[in-house]
C-alpha cells in the first residue's frame, strides 16, 4: 500500500469540487491527452524536456502523473483543507476527462475521521508539513507512512503505547514521594500545582482563613476557588469541613486535597455539585496530585524535596 498527498489546486481550490463529487483531480491539462491515456510515462518526460524542463523537473511530472493513473483502491490519498487532513482510496480504475481538460478518478469519498469514525484532526506537524510540497503529487515513504495509517485505522503506535506505560509507572514512582512530604512542602507542592495552572494564591500560604488554606483566582475570569489541603482525611472530616463553606460566597470550585484518603472518602466522585451548595466540589487524591506533578513539570522539585 502506498501513502500519496494530493494538492487539489492552488490553494486546495478544488477541494470542495473533488469532495461533492468524491473525486480526486490531476490538473495536467497542459500535456497531450493521449501520452497519459496511454500511459507514455517516458514521452511525457521527454514532451517536458523539449519544452524547457531540467530533466529532474520531468522526471518528477511524469512520476506525478504515473502515480495518479496507476494507483489503485488499496493505496491512501490524503489532502488538506483548512486545518484538517482528508483521506480516501481510489474507487474502479477508469481515469476520466472533464470538460476543463483536467483528469479525475472516482475515490469513495473525503472523510475527516477514522475507520472507527472517530475524529483525528488536527494531525501532528510532521504530516501537516507535506502540504508544502511545491508539486501537486507526492508518494510519503518516511516513517510518518505508518503514522498516517495509524490515524486511518485508529491504532496507537507502539512508541505512544510504551509512553504511556512510562507515564503510569512514573505516577506510581511519584506517590510514595509524595507521601513522604513534610505537611509544609506538601502545601508548598499544591500551591505550585495551581500556580503552573495559570490560577493565583489570594493571601498567605497557610496564612489566617478559617476551614480553608488558601484561596485561588483565575486572573483571565476572576472566579475564585477554595482549596482545603490535608495529609489524611474521612469521609466525615470532609462534611464537617463543608458544611463550613457557606461562608464563601464567590467561589465556583470548593477543592479537597488529601494525599491520605481514608477508605470512605476515596470512593467518592472526584468532582460533584452538593445539592445545597452553590460550589462544585474536586477531590485530588495521590493519583491526581502524581499526574499534575508530571503534567506541570514539577518532577525535579519532588526530587529536591525527597530523600
Known sequence: MAIYYVKLGKGGGYFQEAESQSIIIL?????PPAL?????WEEIKGWYIVNGATQGAATSHSNQI?????????????TFSGNQMYWTRINGKTLFDDVQ????????GW?????????????PGSIEMVRGFRGTICRIKDYRHQLIENIIEGNTSQELIALKEAKKALIQRIKPLILQLHWRDFEILIDLIFRQSGLFRSGELGGSLK?????VSN????DFSAVQVKSMASK????????????FEKIKTFFYIVHQPKSDLKVMNLRFKPDDKHFTVEFWFEDQIAEKVIRLGLVDWIIEKSV
Open 219 to 222: 486572573p483571565i475570569t476572576d
Open 66 to 78: 504515473a502515480a495518479f493513473c496507476e494507483s489503485d483502491e488499496k493505496d491512501l490519498w490524503i
Open 36 to 40: 497519459i491515456k496511454e500511459r507514455k
Open 211 to 215: 476551614t480553608i488554606d488558601f484561596q
Open 101 to 108: 481538460g483536467r483528469k479525475t478518478r472516482s475515490c469513495i
Open 236 to 247: 466525615a472530616d470532609f462534611e464537617s469541613d463543608l458544611d463550613q463553606m457557606d461562608e
Open 111 to 123: 472523510k475527516s475521521v477514522n475507520l472507527q469514525n472517530q475524529n483525528y484532526n488536527p494531525v
Open 27 to 31: 490538473d495536467y491539462r497542459n500535456v
